[in-house]
């Protein structure tokens, strides 16, 4: 097995060498080779390693890296001009028999159509395509004629020239158009998911998400040294908190059950000496009757050993760039009266324990009988001018023009 394996790693670092000396004239070391050279870096290893970097990324980065395209639609600018490209993407626009408009997740591109006699057989393929049909077009990059600039797209001011074209696949008449400003229904959408996720909006949430996904994961693998540990989905039954979704097995009688989260997984690895782990873990909750959640989510799941409850909110805090603002339970409770308070409300409670001293009322008489009573107020600011005293004075004492609502903690 271990040579299956030392096979493998030599046949990739056959493939990587290979990358850097393809264009070079030099004879590419066999495996046997590599694998009985003795290690040795060059003198200056890390401008080696650079200079490596460096070749490697020149063939395999890119967004239109092993793709038959030269370009996305929406990279386009001037300083292409009079280059050779070649596109693929979705028809967005047809217009007047003069240019299509080309999009893909980049954004969109003006595609001149030839008007000429000699190339009368690409135009009629231009002009018998349809919205949203998928094509391939091979053209040269020129800027467009004055005054017919679009300063509303990133490529407004270069056309292409098409020169070929290539039909990948048509579209047949689509139950709502793939643009921002056509209004549909929630549950067409949902219908019809692959032709919505095409849209602006929905492109730009996806890739925002794997963009932030990928900032958590340098966050904290990179700079903070944590593991990324992928726990199990079928596991027993836990015991407490939401309600679970049962999966059946092979077995009769036998079942599994899909995990709220991974609670119990990430105290073994605490245990085990992880020391410091986390996941994009999926959560599982069978409550679709209540109407604030749902059955399934992502949630960031992170476990530290040796930390205390200051270390676990910088280290949070330094991932959002955002600080939290905290309070004590003990504040918590005496300006909103509960242990998790909507702080978006802005009037807090008000201690008028001694406004009531001599008060007559049997139950604030009562609350003031306890141990550690007090009465607490909200101080409406012009609360007076909301209320309707009818025929007679309304009950209670009033404060400074401000209505007394709340009453004993």
């Known amino acids: 097995m271990a040579n299956k394996y030392r096979f493998f790693f030599l046949r990739s670092a056959q493939q990587v060498l290979r990358c850097v000396y393809s264009t070079r004239s030099v004879t590419l070391p066999s495996i046997n080779q590599i694998y009985s050279t003795k290690p040795s870096l060059p003198p200056n290893s890390l401008a080696w390693a650079y200079e490596f970097s460096r070749t490697c990324s020149t063939y395999i980065s890119g967004q239109s890296s092993f793709s038959q395209r030269s370009h996305t639609c929406g990279e386009l600018c001037s300083s292409q001009i009079d280059e050779e490209v070649t596109l693929c993407g979705w028809i967005q626009y047809l217009r007047q028999d003069l240019f299509v408009i080309l999009r893909d997740f980049s954004g969109l591109v003006q595609i001149l159509i030839p008007q000429d006699e000699s190339k009368s057989e690409l135009k009629n393929a231009f002009l018998g395509l349809t919205v949203e049909s998928v094509i391939m077009v091979k053209g040269r990059v020129r800027?467009?004629?004055?005054?017919?600039?679009?300063?509303?797209?990133?490529?407004?001011?270069?056309?292409?020239?098409?020169?070929?074209?290539?039909?990948?696949?048509?579209?047949?008449?689509?139950?709502?158009?793939?643009?921002?400003?056509?209004?549909?229904?929630?549950?067409?959408?949902?219908?019809?998911?692959?032709?919505?996720?095409?849209?602006p909006g929905m492109q730009y949430n996806l890739r925002l998400r794997s963009q932030m996904v990928m900032k958590m994961r340098e966050y904290l693998c990179?700079?903070?040294?944590?593991?990324?540990?992928?726990?199990?989905?079928?596991?027993?039954?836990?015991?407490?908190?939401?309600?679970?979704?049962?999966?059946?097995?092979?077995?009769?009688?036998?079942?599994?059950?899909?995990?709220?989260?991974?609670?119990?997984?990430?105290?073994?690895?605490?245990?085990?000496?992880?020391?410091?782990?986390?996941?994009?873990?999926?959560c599982y909750r069978d409550e679709g009757s209540k109407p604030d959640r749902q059955p399934e989510f992502t949630q960031v799941d992170i476990e530290i050993s040796f930390v205390d409850q200051?270390?676990?909110?910088?280290?949070?805090?330094?991932?959002?760039?955002?600080?939290?603002?905290?309070?004590?339970?003990?504040?918590?409770?005496?300006?909103?009266?509960?242990?998790?308070?909507?702080?978006?409300?802005?009037?807090?409670?008000?201690?008028?324990?001694?406004?009531?001293?001599?008060?007559?009322?049997e139950f604030i008489k009562d609350a003031l009988l306890e141990p550690g009573g007090c009465i607490q107020a909200i101080c409406v600011p012009e609360g007076m001018a909301s209320i309707e005293f009818g025929d007679s004075v309304t009950d209670g004492p009033i404060l400074n023009q401000h209505h007394l609502i709340d009453s004993t903690v």
Not at 154 to 160: A, H, K, L, M, N
Not at 226 to 240: H, Y
Request: proline share 6%; glycine share 8%; charged share 25%.
């Open 222 to 282: 990179n700079l903070h040294g944590f593991v990324d540990v992928e726990t199990p989905t079928l596991f027993k039954r836990t015991p407490g908190g939401a309600k679970e979704f049962v999966v059946p097995s092979g077995d009769p009688g036998k079942f599994y059950s899909l995990p709220q989260s991974p609670q119990q997984f990430k105290q073994l690895l605490m245990v085990a000496g992880i020391d410091r782990y986390f996941q994009l873990a999926r």
């Open 143 to 199: 800027r467009r004629p004055e005054g017919q600039e679009n300063k509303t797209m990133s490529t407004g001011d270069i056309e292409v020239c098409a020169e070929s074209m290539k039909v990948l696949n048509t579209c047949r008449k689509l139950p709502f158009e793939i643009k921002e400003f056509v209004k549909k229904s929630e549950s067409l959408r949902m219908q019809y998911r692959y032709l919505d996720l095409r849209s």
């Open 310 to 361: 200051a270390g676990v909110m910088s280290l949070i805090e330094g991932q959002i760039n955002v600080p939290f603002p905290s309070m004590t339970y003990e504040e918590a409770m005496r300006d909103y009266g509960v242990d998790k308070p909507d702080t978006r409300f802005g009037m807090k409670l008000v201690d008028v324990t001694t406004a009531f001293q001599g008060t007559q009322i």
